[in-house]
């Protein structure tokens, strides 16, 4: 493939790309803000030790004498362990997507994307009122004892030096453990049934979790607690909006 074609084909994505966000912006949208407050509520304490533990590796194999600034912001921000963790977002927002696609596609089963949508937005609300998540550990528990371990195990020989394809490998097996939090996002992409709009919504739901992962890397779990109790405060109002989007779309569906 020769420069121009390359480019043509780059084009062609991108113009792709701007089209989904022009018809699936709300969804977009509210996968990436349902990420922020996710993130600061929930990944910094449920991922935060996972990123201190790596960013004590990648530390620990720079000698003292060749400590700079930029080692020290390098090594607390993980990001190749943050890419790995969006591909797989990305990847499962993808499959999910092209399932629930040729699902709904079947005779009587058209509602699917409704019902995926309305789980979503009764999620996104339990996460803001208190006592409506009771049901989540009972639904995660089980899979988490079985999946969590397979996955953590897999996991465990990359921390010795996460760094580089280590710590990209080691964002790609982590980003399988099971969360309350990720299985209403993958129902928001799985309702589009689009790959595509699927994909670009799970990316746009880990983007949203990176600056409290990010604080948490920078400055320890002070800083993530701080950003925590920042976004808090709004959280509940953002994840109503959030639900009360989701559940006009799966209305309009059914219209």
């Not at 528990?141 to 010795?160: E, H, I, N, T």
């Amino acid at each position: 493939m020769d420069a121009h074609s390359a480019l043509t084909l780059l084009e062609a994505g991108l113009n792709q790309c701007a089209v989904v966000i022009d018809r699936d912006g709300g969804l977009l949208v509210a996968l990436l803000t349902a990420g922020l407050v996710g993130g600061s509520t929930h990944c910094a304490g449920m991922c935060g030790p996972f990123v201190l533990a790596q960013v004590t590796a990648r530390l620990e194999q720079v000698p003292a004498s060749r400590m700079s600034e930029f080692h020290r912001l390098a090594g607390a921000a993980v990001l190749p362990y943050h890419l790995g963790r969006g591909t797989t977002y990305t990847l499962i927002g993808a499959a999910a997507a092209v399932v629930a696609g040729h699902v709904g596609a079947l005779p009587g089963l058209k509602w699917l994307s409704v019902a995926l949508l309305a789980f979503a937005a009764l999620f996104f609300l339990g996460y803001a009122v208190k006592g409506l998540t009771a049901w989540v550990p009972k639904l995660d528990g089980a899979v988490q004892r079985w999946w969590g371990d397979r996955v953590s195990r897999l996991a465990r020989p990359l921390f010795g030096n996460p760094t580089g394809w280590r710590g990209y490998g080691l964002g790609l097996a982590l980003g399988f453990i099971p969360c309350g939090l990720l299985y209403g996002a993958v129902a928001v992409a799985a309702a589009s049934g689009s790959a595509l709009t699927g994909a670009l919504g799970m990316a746009a739901f880990a983007l949203g979790t990176l600056p409290s992962l990010l604080a948490v890397g920078l400055a320890g779990h002070l800083a993530g607690r701080t950003w925590r109790s920042a976004v808090a405060r709004a959280a509940p109002v953002i994840m109503v909006v959030n639900a009360g989007v989701l559940g006009w779309m799966a209305i309009r569906m059914i219209g």
